[in-house]
């Protein structure tokens, strides 16, 4: 199975929403179609600040990963966050969320990105085993915290 990446266009809206409606169902995360299709949209459309890829076949992706960009001073330059990474359950358990953490990050700084950053449940131990084996670490001391705006 390939873990192919291709950059979302305008014209993939439907499928990625498709994808994101089954993620943030599957996690709890409360909003409407409407609001998700207000913050995919600018990223499909080119917007500077992050980027959609399907995962696998454009036509049929078997999962999305939503990059988006800031700056570090720590980090000496340009950032990146993996907003959100979704596989659909019938194609788990074989290596393509590995494949694409390990393909990605070989991307991004060939584009500049100088760190990339996710967000993992503290009891999802799965997921936390993933990021792991993908070369992701705990920072240890830090803890991201967030206040909704």
Known sequence: MSAALHLAKPGDLDRVMALVTAFHAEEGLDGTDEARRAALQPLLDGIPHGCVYLIGPARAPLGYVVITFGWSVEFGGMDAFVDEIFIRPA???????????????????????????????????????????????????????????
């Open 91 to 149: 194609v788990r358990g074989r290596g393509i969320a590995t494949e694409v953490l390990i393909a990605l990050p070989k991307a991004l700084a060939q584009a500049g990105v100088r760190a990339l950053h996710l967000e993992v449940d503290r009891e999802n131990e799965i997921a936390q085993r993933l990021y792991a084996r993908a070369g992701f670490r705990s920072r240890g001391r830090y803890m991201l915290m967030s206040r909704p705006l």
